[in-house]
């Protein structure tokens, strides 16, 4: 299988094109995927909040496809928001990457590639610390865009490019192809994505803000507190309890316990062999209790009883 992976993004909206070429390891994802189903199976593999991003937005643009709203209705207006307080538009305008078009395309294509692997790497087992540095991103955002020159209706091409810059810092030495010639690391392919939407035209503001988003988040999470400063963007406990709730991802070192109905079809009822009935509904604490009544006597073969010697 070619290990080469192409997008191509057309440099105007005529015929002529031009070819990214990014380094793609198969082997990274021949686990997920199922050999008899890889459309299927690729799907699956996906870590939740990656995939549940990625279809809003291919669902937000589709319904405009077939036009069943006006996308005006979902965009980011603090008029709107103040004086007739429609707060969706604080959230809607996130999943709206535009309509189908080559710039669309990549934006997606940046979410299922750098998203997931920020998602699966830096941040494995990390689902709530995933979804907070989304929402403070996301915050992040909407203060910048209540500077009048840094406004722009939609925001979720800058939350995609905060993904990648995160992504960026967290793999600096990852080997990135551009056109098959040159090669660079990691660390500079927000800046490389950000000279190409020069050379072709597109405006650079939501690339900007996006990675003033990103370089924020690394700094107070990572930076920060290397240099021996105070850690000051904990996950919130609320954030613990949504994605526990949720009941998709692991989040380890929680303190909130994983909704145990979700993804449940049926629960039915167990027996212990001694004929005594239980419930399923026991609690995460009533079974951890008989493991550590075991656990105190893991190594002893036999537990008797002790006499001195001079008894």
């Not at 999943?95 to 940046?110: C, D, H, N, Q, W």
């Not at 904990?234 to 929680?254: C, D, F, R, Y």
Request: net charge positive.
């Amino acid at each position: 299988m070619n290990p080469m992976m192409k997008i191509a993004i057309p440099s105007d909206f005529d015929c002529q094109s031009t070819t990214i070429t990014t380094t793609y390891n198969y082997d990274d994802d021949k686990d997920y995927i199922d050999n008899g189903d890889r459309g299927g199976g690729y799907y699956r593999s996906l870590p939740p909040v990656s995939k549940f991003y990625g279809v809003a937005c291919l669902m937000t643009t589709s319904a405009l496809y077939f036009d069943l709203y006006d996308p005006w209705n979902i965009a980011l207006s603090y008029q709107y928001v103040f004086k007739r307080f429609q707060v969706w538009r604080l959230i809607s305008n996130f999943f709206f990457l535009g309509s189908f078009s080559p710039i669309f395309a990549v934006r997606l294509i940046m979410i299922a590639r750098y998203g997931v692997l920020l998602e699966r790497g830096a941040f494995d087992k990390r689902t709530a610390d995933y979804v907070w540095m989304l929402i403070f991103g996301a915050l992040s955002l909407l203060v910048m865009a209540a500077i009048p020159f840094l406004w722009t209706p939609f925001m979720a091409g800058s939350l995609v490019f905060m993904i990648v810059y995160v992504w960026s810092r967290e793999n600096p030495n990852a080997r990135i192809s551009i056109y098959g010639v040159v090669t660079l690391k990691g660390f500079y392919l927000p800046w490389a994505l950000l000279a190409l939407d020069l050379i072709f035209g597109i405006p650079l503001t939501e690339d900007i803000i996006g990675m003033v988003a990103g370089h924020l988040y690394y700094f107070l999470t990572v930076l920060h507190p290397l240099a021996g400063g105070k850690y000051v963007l904990k996950t919130p406990l609320w954030v613990h309890k949504i994605v526990a709730h949720w009941g998709e991802g692991i989040q380890v070192n929680s303190s909130v316990q994983p909704n145990p109905n979700a993804g449940v079809a049926f629960r039915g009822r167990s027996y212990r062999l001694n004929g005594n009935r239980a419930q399923s509904s026991t609690t995460p604490s009533e079974q951890e209790q008989p493991n550590q009544a075991s656990n105190s006597g893991d190594g002893v073969a036999f537990r008797g009883k002790s006499h001195r010697l001079g008894h």
